[in-house]
């Protein structure tokens, strides 16, 4: 199976931070404060990634 990576819509995210706090071994919020972004690009799908996508209320956390 196609290894997947995951993608964050910048476009879509409010800034909530809530991936952050769900997991921030991957998640991060960039110096405006105001969009997600992954600390690895190459970063594995764990559970708790799958966890930060679920309570992302914009759904802008995607696999790809
Ligand atoms: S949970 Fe979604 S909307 Fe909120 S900061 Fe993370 S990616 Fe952006």
Redesign the pocket.
Known sequence: MARRFII?DVYE????????EVCPEV?A?DETGE??YLLDSEAEITEKVEE?AA????K??EFE
């Not at 995210?13 to 952050?20: A, F």
């Not at 309570?55 to 914009?58: L, R, V, W």
């Open positions: 964050i995210c409010n800034g909530c931070g809530s991936c952050v998640f919020m969009k997600a930060a309570y992302c209320a914009q802008c956390i």
